[in-house]
């Protein structure tokens, strides 16, 4: 109690979000405060983002996603999340299919950070996103893409690589905008119910 100004959004983080999220000061401000009611240090650690995910995927794993999730957002590698970087996931992660948001799934798919993706980490993060749909959804999956391994076949053949072919991210990026199916390839929307 009467402590108020250091639990407040300082200017510079509302101004950066503003400018880069489609999100108002209201929405903003909002939600800082209920981050701040769940997280009172101000971080989200690993294991809490894992929670946050397995309450939106009750009916299957999304642990390992997660995980990956959490690594792409941790900017600053300090193994939380801050408030800025928690918006900056929420932002990426619902919209729709835009460069930056490809942006980000190059970085997700990256997972040794090198600046480009070889075939083992686009099988390691398919097979991680496959966790997330539910068994019965994934019984109605067409035949060339129902396993980890044939999702990542069909990507590397839809680019054109070898299997120890690396893919650049501008390549990644323009790719992926050109043809939706290939979207749909490497991310998981669940079906509204
Ligand atoms: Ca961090
Ligand atoms: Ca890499």
Redesign the pocket.
């Known amino acids: 109690m009467g402590n108020s100004k250091s639990g407040a959004l300082s200017k510079e983080i509302l101004e950066d979000l503003k400018l880069n999220t489609k999100y108002t000061e209201d929405e903003l401000c909002s939600w800082y405060e209920s981050f701040q009611k769940q997280c009172p240090d101000g971080r989200i650690s690993r294991s809490e983002f894992e929670k946050i995910y397995a309450n939106f995927f009750p009916n299957s794993d999304p642990k390992v996603y997660a995980r990956h999730v959490f690594r792409s957002f941790d900017t600053n590698d300090d193994g939380t999340l801050d408030f800025r970087e928690y918006i900056i996931a929420l932002h990426l992660t619902s919209t729709g299919k835009t460069r930056l948001k490809l942006e980000w799934a190059f970085s997700l798919?990256?997972?040794?950070?090198?600046?480009?993706?070889?075939k083992n980490?686009v099988l390691e993060i398919i097979t991680a996103i496959f966790k997330m749909i539910p068994a019965e959804e994934q019984k109605m999956l067409p035949d060339d893409e129902n396993t980890p391994q044939k999702r990542a076949d069909k990507l590397w053949a839809y680019f054109n690589k070898g299997e120890t072919d690396?893919l650049a991210e501008k390549e990644f990026i323009e790719g992926v905008l050109k043809n939706d199916a290939i979207m749909s390839l490497i991310q998981y929307d669940p079906k509204k119910k």
């Open positions: 798919f990256d997972v040794d950070r090198n600046g480009e993706i070889s980490e690396k």
